[in-house]
């Protein structure tokens, strides 16, 4: 008796056992899944770095973002659409800066070092700057279209976080990947107002503040949302065709723009490749010094006054 009262007990334990240990896997399985797809939400909203490859110079990259410079680094590198961190920018930038100080030291004469290095501070911030309007750009050449399908999904009954997101699928990138990001950023909580708002901080452009403006306008009263994205979708069509002739108009005053100062600097390969060690003679003595600081001066003055001369606002 006593025996198969033992028996019954083990045997009764023995399922227990197996229940909670089917139950912790369960558990545990349902959890690894839910973090994994906030990891992703979070990835594709920038609160995160992104775990597609690799990253390098993690510990800077940390430190780097808790600094102001770090957090308008990111930003700016979050409107540019590159898989890079601040981190790894920021040592790719210095490491530039290095190379073209030794070269300019090198090739033309040791007071050039620094001033290369500054010049390549500035085509690094230059890139950033190219990349990020190339994106804007694209970006708004994709604002009718997306401004339609918003129209459609709303009079179809949808609601504007549903619409977003459907948005986000059927565009391409960056409409389709700024789309997603807001989409991501409304599925773990954030409001409609700051989703939008980040997306306007990424993407600078009057185009995009209207249309936000009026997604955050019906969303918060109310209203006929549906006619007025058709008729902004109408707006956008024409500014967009108005845009692309300016551009095309004002493209030669651009390369002109960049062509000043590479003359600057081609002129001192020149004149270093004439009568070798000249610019080093040159630069010996304080005068020199300073007239080359003035007439990189000068150079600089002429790209950005050709450049803020030839700006139109569309």
Same mark, same amino acid.
């Given at each position: 008796?006593?025996?198969?009262?033992?028996?019954?007990?083990?045997?009764?334990?023995?399922?227990?056992?197996?229940?909670?240990?089917?139950?912790?896997?369960?558990?545990?399985?349902?959890?690894?899944?839910?973090?994994?797809?906030?990891?992703?939400?979070?990835?594709?909203?920038?609160?995160?770095? $992104?775990?597609?490859?690799?990253?390098?110079?993690?510990?800077?990259?940390?430190?780097?973002?808790?600094?102001?410079?770090?957090?308008?680094?990111?930003?700016?590198?979050?409107?540019?659409?590159?898989?890079?961190?601040?981190?790894?920018?920021?040592?790719?930038? =210095?490491?530039?800066?290095? +190379?073209?100080?030794?070269?300019?030291?090198?090739?033309?004469?040791?007071?050039?070092?620094?001033?290369?290095?500054?010049?390549? %501070?500035?085509?690094?911030?230059?890139?950033?700057?190219?990349?990020?309007?190339?994106? %804007?750009?694209?970006? %708004?050449?994709? #604002?009718?279209?997306?401004?339609?399908?918003?129209?459609?999904?709303?009079?179809?009954?949808?609601? =504007?976080?549903?619409?977003? +997101?459907?948005?986000?699928?059927?565009?391409?990138?960056?409409? +389709?990947?700024?789309?997603?990001?807001?989409?991501?950023?409304?599925?773990?909580?954030?409001?409609?107002?700051?989703?939008?708002?980040?997306?306007?901080?990424?993407?600078?452009?009057?185009? #995009?503040?209207?249309?936000?403006?009026?997604?955050?306008?019906?969303?918060?009263?109310?209203?006929?949302?549906?006619?007025? =994205?058709?008729?902004?979708?109408?707006?956008?069509?024409?500014?967009?065709?108005?845009?692309?002739?300016?551009?095309?108009?004002?493209?030669? $005053?651009?390369?002109?723009?960049?062509? $000043?100062?590479?003359?600057?600097?081609?002129?001192?390969?020149?004149?270093?490749?004439?009568?070798?060690?000249?610019?080093?003679?040159?630069?010996?003595?304080?005068?020199?010094?300073?007239?080359?600081? $003035?007439?990189?001066?000068?150079?600089?003055?002429?790209?950005? =006054?050709?450049?803020?001369?030839?700006?139109?606002?569309?």
């Amino acid at each position: 008796m006593e025996l198969q009262n033992l028996i019954t007990l083990t045997t009764g334990i023995t399922l227990l056992t197996c229940v909670l240990a089917v139950v912790g896997v369960h558990s545990y399985a349902m959890g690894r899944a839910q973090r994994q797809a906030l990891v992703d939400r979070l990835s594709a909203t920038g609160q995160i770095p $992104v775990v597609g490859r690799r990253r390098h110079f993690i510990a800077l990259d940390r430190r780097l973002r808790r600094t102001r410079l770090g957090r308008k680094l990111e930003l700016r590198l979050a409107a540019t659409g590159l898989d890079v961190t601040p981190g790894e920018f920021f040592v790719y930038m =210095l490491a530039t800066v290095a +190379g073209l100080w030794l070269i300019g030291q090198a090739t033309l004469a040791p007071f050039f070092g620094p001033l290369a290095g500054l010049l390549g %501070i500035w085509a690094a911030l230059q890139f950033l700057n190219w990349q990020r309007q190339k994106r %804007i750009e694209k970006f %708004i050449n994709q #604002l009718p279209e997306l401004a339609r399908i918003l129209a459609n999904a709303t009079q179809a009954g949808l609601a =504007l976080r549903t619409a977003i +997101g459907m948005a986000a699928e059927e565009l391409e990138a960056p409409a +389709g990947e700024e789309l997603a990001k807001v989409a991501n950023q409304l599925a773990v909580g954030a409001s409609m107002d700051d989703a939008l708002g980040e997306l306007t901080d990424r993407l600078p452009s009057r185009e #995009l503040v209207v249309l936000v403006t009026t997604l955050v306008l019906s969303n918060r009263a109310g209203g006929q949302v549906v006619s007025a =994205l058709r008729n902004l979708t109408e707006t956008l069509e024409e500014r967009k065709e108005t845009r692309r002739e300016v551009r095309t108009q004002l493209s030669q $005053v651009n390369m002109t723009s960049y062509a $000043v100062p590479v003359l600057g600097v081609g002129s001192l390969f020149l004149m270093n490749g004439v009568k070798d060690g000249a610019l080093e003679r040159m630069t010996g003595s304080p005068v020199g010094q300073i007239a080359v600081i $003035v007439a990189f001066g000068l150079y600089a003055v002429g790209f950005f =006054l050709i450049r803020r001369l030839s700006r139109i606002d569309v």
